[in-house]
């Protein structure tokens, strides 16, 4: 690792360090709901591409874009490492930087329950800096219909990358929550309620564009479920 990169990161791991004590987490966020408020009073950007907007519209129908961010990042940004990324958008630090990822119960059958409790597909919101647990997917998806079904009729991987753009509406790397194509039920890892500042960062619709928003704000407003369903990524 050369020296700059180094120093980046030390910076990175600073900054994080700062901002996992309660009373700085708490000034950040005021920060950070504050700028959300002065930047929603202004008209979406003309340059955004519609997807973006799409989003933008999404958020103010769940009435939740006063809270809400947009971060226009560079075409190279996926080349970055985390922490690079992290510092770009000013986010607390990597744990914070967040995907949705659809998912496909490959044992799936015609649905006897509830949309939430027998669906094809989820979409599940996980950190960068985390791994999707398959299988405590499948436990917690079997439970919400009461355990019913028996366990083979569970079994959970990533969904065809054309099937889950034509399920959200959006490309690989811009995949939002905000506004889908289709009511796909949304699952946020556990782990992401643990965030200090309670902040976190995911697709904004087009690759080149970031949403960032309080956790609970999301939750209230979308009612998602949250679960364990992730664990983190380990190094060899």
Not at 62 to 72: E, K, N, S
Not at 104 to 111: A, F, I, L
Request: aromatic content about 10%; hydrophobic content about 40%.
């Amino acid at each position: 690792m050369d020296k700059p990169t180094e120093t980046l990161l030390q910076i990175g791991r600073d900054i994080s360090q700062l901002l996992a004590s309660s009373h700085t987490s708490s000034l950040y966020t005021l920060f950070f709901i504050d700028q959300a408020a002065r930047e929603s009073s202004e008209s979406p950007h003309a340059s955004w591409p519609k997807v973006v907007t799409r989003v933008y519209n999404g958020l103010r129908a769940l009435d939740i874009q006063q809270h809400a961010r947009i971060y226009h990042v560079d075409p190279t940004y996926y080349s970055w490492p985390l922490y690079e990324r992290a510092l770009c958008m000013k986010a607390p630090s990597p744990a914070h930087l967040c995907k949705l990822v659809v998912l496909e119960n490959k044992h799936w059958r015609t649905p006897t329950e509830t949309h939430k409790s027998n669906a094809q597909y989820y979409a599940v919101l996980v950190q960068y800096v985390q791994t999707i647990d398959t299988k405590a997917l499948a436990v917690y998806v079997r439970a919400l219909g009461g355990n019913k079904m028996a366990s083979r009729h569970f079994k959970f991987r990533l969904a065809d990358p054309q099937v889950s753009k034509e399920l959200t509406g959006y490309d690989k790397n811009g995949v939002s929550p905000v506004a889908m194509t289709h009511n796909v039920p949304v699952i946020m890892s556990t782990s992401i309620t643990q965030l200090q500042p309670p902040v976190f960062w995911l697709g904004a619709g087009h690759v080149d564009y970031k949403l960032a928003l309080p956790v609970q704000t999301f939750i209230d407003a979308t009612q998602c479920m949250v679960a364990p369903v992730s664990q983190p990524v380990t190094s060899d």
